[in-house]
């Protein structure tokens, strides 16, 4: 058996067609979406990630600020530009790209973002929508990949699913997100022990540990459904995800490869969630 791939770029450019006819109709009516970007510092990995998310922006007609801060600015002034972003009426979603320098609260920053412009789904009051089962803005590499799975007709009700994951950007929601679909979630961490066991049981596994190759084919089910989340820089410099795609291929009848598998999704989601703030302020004018 060799997988079949799924492709998050071509479903992204699938998915951001419809957006584009979306935008278009919002603008009839006098609504721009609009996404503030706000990146701290010089990381060069944080840069690319955000230069890509303001050409996603462009293409399908969403308005974009990029706020780039200085690595040593005060907390207090972050928060005041986040604040005053909550306050512009031409801004619907806000991003703050992490991770952000250590001196800056992460919690705070995340906090300080209004619920109704959390485009990235990591305010306590949408993460606690998820856990109730009734989302508004979900997290966007989670929701990327339950998109995924929709598109390839993926069954998700009753299937025993794996998380290897604990992060609130991926891991917790993502076992949410499919236990809210009636799957039977496993979550595991880096640290579980035997932890091969556990991932060959999954019929749908989802890695996201940061760490490179670190689930091999013998981890795996003879047609499992495998979701590689992670990006990792290898000493050559080229990337790799958390699952050995070389050895996983042959065991999993679906898998998503790294890059360009979950990647693009995430970004598509986000403007997924810009798109329906806009569309929120629409419906309250």
Same mark, same amino acid.
């Given at each position: 058996?060799?997988?079949k791939i799924i492709?998050?770029?071509?479903?992204s450019?699938l998915?951001?067609?419809?957006f584009k006819?979306?935008?278009?109709a919002?603008?009839?009516?006098?609504i721009?979406?609009?996404?503030?970007?706000v990146?701290?510092g010089?990381d060069p990995?944080s840069?690319?990630?955000?230069?890509n998310?303001?050409k996603?922006c =462009?293409? @399908?007609?969403?308005h $974009?600020?990029?706020h780039?801060? !200085?690595?040593?600015?005060?907390q207090?002034?972050?928060? %005041?530009k986040?604040?005053a972003?909550n306050?512009?009426?031409?801004i619907?979603?806000?991003?703050?790209q992490?991770?952000v320098?250590?001196?800056i609260?992460?919690?705070?920053i995340?906090?300080a973002i209004?619920?109704?412009?959390d485009?990235?789904?990591f305010h306590?009051?949408?993460?606690?929508?998820l856990?109730v089962?009734e989302p508004?803005?979900?997290?966007?590499?989670p929701y990327?990949?339950m998109?995924?799975l929709d598109?390839?007709?993926?069954?998700?009700?009753?299937?025993? =699913?794996? @998380?290897?994951?604990? $992060?609130?950007?991926a891991?917790k !929601?993502?076992a949410?997100?499919?236990?809210n679909?009636? %799957?039977?979630v496993t979550v595991c961490?880096?640290?579980?022990?035997?932890?091969?066991?556990?991932?060959?049981?999954?019929?749908?596994l989802?890695v996201?540990?940061g760490?490179?190759n670190m689930?091999t084919?013998?981890?795996v089910?003879?047609?499992?459904v495998?979701?590689?989340?992670g990006?990792?820089?290898l000493?050559?410099g080229?990337?790799?995800?958390?699952?050995?795609f070389?050895t996983?291929k042959e065991?999993a009848?679906y898998?998503?490869?790294?890059p360009?598998?979950v990647g693009?999704?995430?970004?598509t989601?986000l403007l997924s969630?810009?798109?329906?703030?806009?569309k929120?302020?629409?419906?309250n004018k």
């Amino acid at each position: 058996m060799t997988a079949k791939i799924i492709d998050g770029n071509e479903l992204s450019r699938l998915i951001r067609a419809d957006f584009k006819t979306e935008v278009e109709a919002l603008k009839g009516r006098g609504i721009t979406p609009g996404l503030a970007v706000v990146i701290v510092g010089d990381d060069p990995a944080s840069h690319v990630y955000v230069r890509n998310k303001v050409k996603a922006c =462009a293409n @399908v007609g969403i308005h $974009s600020e990029l706020h780039a801060m !200085p690595a040593g600015i005060l907390q207090a002034e972050l928060l %005041a530009k986040i604040h005053a972003l909550n306050n512009d009426p031409a801004i619907h979603g806000i991003l703050v790209q992490l991770p952000v320098p250590k001196h800056i609260d992460n919690k705070a920053i995340i906090k300080a973002i209004a619920a109704e412009k959390d485009v990235d789904g990591f305010h306590l009051a949408n993460l606690g929508a998820l856990v109730v089962g009734e989302p508004t803005f979900q997290p966007c590499t989670p929701y990327g990949v339950m998109r995924m799975l929709d598109y390839h007709n993926i069954p998700i009700e009753g299937q025993h =699913a794996v @998380v290897i994951g604990r $992060s609130n950007i991926a891991g917790k !929601p993502m076992a949410l997100m499919l236990i809210n679909r009636s %799957a039977t979630v496993t979550v595991c961490t880096s640290k579980t022990r035997d932890l091969g066991s556990i991932t060959r049981l999954a019929e749908i596994l989802v890695v996201a540990t940061g760490k490179a190759n670190m689930i091999t084919g013998d981890m795996v089910k003879d047609g499992a459904v495998v979701i590689d989340i992670g990006i990792n820089r290898l000493p050559d410099g080229k990337l790799a995800g958390d699952v050995h795609f070389d050895t996983v291929k042959e065991k999993a009848s679906y898998i998503t490869p790294v890059p360009g598998g979950v990647g693009p999704m995430t970004i598509t989601m986000l403007l997924s969630n810009t798109i329906a703030a806009a569309k929120q302020t629409a419906k309250n004018k």
